[in-house]
């Protein structure tokens, strides 16, 4: 007798589930990546990259306006640089930029900085006075620049009259005076630049731990203490912030110079950015005013890299 056992069916497999490559899906990635980026990218390089570029070219050639007639703008090697780095003016351009720069940076910074630490406390009014103390910032800087030539005139404006008044003598040459006019023209545009660093400083001060603060009250810190080992160094990113963009937004200062002072008296309130005015569109030499702003995008440069990596060097 026999016996015979039935089969077990064959099963078959199941279909392998198409997956993506690992190369194609990484290509993928990348490539939605940059078209993420990409527009920003084409931006930077049309307003930005370009003119920088034919900035740089148009320095050494000799850019007159028959050039805009001809079309012809011939190369003269290093003709624009030495004329304009051997002329007196610039040098005094230069001098009176880091002047100016410097002065109207520890002056917004330093007032920003103790308003914005004032505002952190919680009093009535606290919100409207920080509103009003934004005005400066919002009024466009040619007005700011007319309204202060009028305060400041020496014969009819608010400032000497009001001197005047209080018998200290109201005849002050604010803006007339080699001597005074570059002091007159800093303190406005320290005036004009308080409210930016106090609103970004003021932002970076709501991120400071409030336990922290408690902690320190609790070791028995004084006010300047906690002030100097809890909200500066946590304060540190801000800073380099607030300073990189009000150096660079500082040192190319045209239209409030211009405003007040022309530039004058006597080229005592010259800056680089008003000599590349002057040399672009007053005396309609292009190759040298395309001299002066290339200086001022490497003054820009040279303190952001340095500045970046001196605080980078701090972190470590």
């Known amino acids: ?169 109201g005849h002050a040459p604010w803006l007339t005076s080699p001597g005074t006019a570059l002091l007159s023209v800093i303190l406005v545009n320290i005036w004009i630049g308080i409210p930016f660093h106090m609103v970004i400083l003021y932002g970076g001060l709501q991120e400071v731990p409030k336990e922290m603060y408690e902690a320190a009250a609790l070791d028995g810190a004084s006010a300047w203490r906690t002030f100097r080992s809890i909200t500066l160094p946590l304060l540190k990113p801000v800073i380099t912030v607030v300073l990189v963009l009000g150096f660079m937004s500082t040192v190319k200062i045209l239209d409030l110079i211009l405003a007040l002072t022309d530039g004058g008296p006597a080229d005592s309130t010259q800056t680089l950015g008003t000599l590349t005015y002057q040399n672009s569109f007053v005396q309609l030499d292009f190759g040298a005013g395309a001299v002066v702003g290339n200086v001022l995008i490497l003054m820009s440069a040279v303190f952001a890299v340095i500045y970046l990596r001196a605080n980078r060097l701090e972190e470590k």
Do not use: C
Request: proline share 7%; charged share 15%; hydrophobic share 45%.
């Open 1 to 169: 007798m026999s016996t015979t056992t039935a089969s077990a069916p064959a099963v078959e497999p199941a279909a392998p589930t198409k997956t993506p490559r690992p190369q194609r899906a990484r290509r993928r990635r990348k490539l939605s990546q940059w078209g993420f980026v990409a527009p920003a990218v084409v931006f930077m390089l049309l307003f930005f990259g370009y003119p920088l570029v034919r900035n740089v070219v148009m320095s050494f050639q000799d850019f007159s306006p028959s050039t805009f007639f001809d079309g012809k703008s011939p190369f003269n090697g290093t003709d624009n640089w030495s004329k304009v780095l051997h002329d007196d003016l610039f040098g005094r351009a230069l001098w009176h930029t880091l002047v100016f720069t410097v002065g109207s940076l520890l002056g917004q910074f330093g007032i920003g900085l103790a308003l914005a630490v004032f505002f952190t406390r919680r009093f009535p009014l606290n919100g409207f006075l920080r509103s009003l103390i934004l005005l400066p910032w919002l009024v466009p800087m040619v007005v700011s620049g007319i309204v202060w030539r009028r305060i400041l005139d020496q014969d009819t404006g608010v400032l000497n009259s009001f001197a005047d008044t209080l018998g200290l003598g």
